[in-house]
T-cell receptor, first 114, second 113 residues
C-alpha cells in the first residue's frame, strides 16, 4: 500500500507570494491533517479535514487555508508569504479520527521563503 | 491548553542497551490518548507506540514500552536492546479530540556502536 504522498518535496518562494501544497493520503483514509514544523515552534497543528469538511483548526492566521477533495486528497494554501512561514509542512492521514485511527505521516514539503 | 514537555533535548545510548525517554503533559481532561513518534533524518514521522488514557495497562510494541502514570501525567518511553536504526528525534504527543495532536519539543536519541 502506498504511503502518504506530499508534493513538492522542496519549494522556494519569495515574500508576498502564495503557495499550494498537495497531499495524497493512503488509499481508504478519509482524514487528512496538516502540521507545521519549525526549529523554534516545533510541531504545530494547522487543520484537519474529514470527508471534505474541516473538523478542527489550529491557531494560525487566515492566510493559512486548506481543502479536501472527494477523493480525500488535500491541499493547503498559504497566501502573502512571510519569512516566518519557512518550515517543514507535514501531512498525515488516517482512516477515521481519534485514538483508534493513528496518523500516518508523509515526508513533508520543505518551504523556504526568501 | 494542553502542553507536552520533554525535558531531555538529547540522549545517547550504546547499542543493545536500554534507554528511557521522559514526557510529561498537562491536561484537565480525563479521556485522551498519548503517542510516541520517531522522526529519522528522512523526515517521515513514524508511530512508535500509543496509549489510551482509560487503559491502565502499559502499551508494549516489541522493544518499545511505555510507563504511563496518569495521576502524575507522565508518559515515558523505554527502548530495550537499542539498535543503530533507533537513532532519530522522538516526539511525545497528546491527543484529545480528532487528529489534533499537541507535540513535545522532541528528544534527539543517538545510538552508538
Amino acid at each position: 500500500k502506498a504511503g502518504v504522498t506530499q508534493t513538492p518535496r522542496y519549494l522556494i518562494k519569495t515574500r508576498g507570494q502564495q503557495v499550494t501544497l498537495s497531499c495524497s493520503p493512503i488509499s481508504g483514509h478519509r482524514s487528512v491533517s496538516w502540521y507545521q514544523q519549525t526549529p523554534g515552534q516545533g510541531l504545530q497543528f494547522l487543520f484537519e479535514y474529514f470527508s471534505e469538511t474541516q473538523r478542527n483548526k489550529g491557531n494560525f492566521p487566515g492566510r493559512f487555508s486548506g481543502r479536501q477533495f472527494s477523493n480525500s486528497r488535500s491541499e493547503m494554501n498559504v497566501s502573502t508569504l512571510e519569512l516566518g512561514d519557512s518550515a517543514l509542512y507535514l501531512c498525515a492521514s488516517s482512516f477515521g479520527t481519534g485514538e483508534n485511527s493513528p496518523l500516518h505521516f508523509g515526508n513533508g514539503t520543505r518551504l523556504t521563503v526568501t | 491548553a494542553q502542553t507536552v514537555t520533554q525535558s531531555q533535548p538529547e540522549m545517547s545510548v550504546q547499542e543493545a542497551e536500554t534507554v528511557t525517554l521522559s514526557c510529561t503533559y498537562d491536561t484537565s481532561e480525563n479521556n485522551y490518548y498519548l503517542f510516541w513518534y520517531k522522526q529519522p533524518p528522512s523526515r517521515q514521522m513514524i508511530l512508535v507506540i500509543r496509549q489510551e488514557a482509560y487503559k491502565q495497562q502499559n502499551a508494549t510494541e516489541n522493544r518499545f514500552s511505555v510507563n504511563f502514570q496518569k495521576a502524575a501525567k507522565s508518559f515515558s518511553l523505554k527502548i530495550s536492546d537499542s539498535q543503530l536504526g533507533d537513532t532519530a528525534m522522538y516526539f511525545c504527543a497528546f491527543g484529545e479530540y480528532g487528529n489534533k495532536l499537541v507535540f513535545g519539543a522532541g528528544t534527539i536519541l543517538r545510538v552508538k556502536s
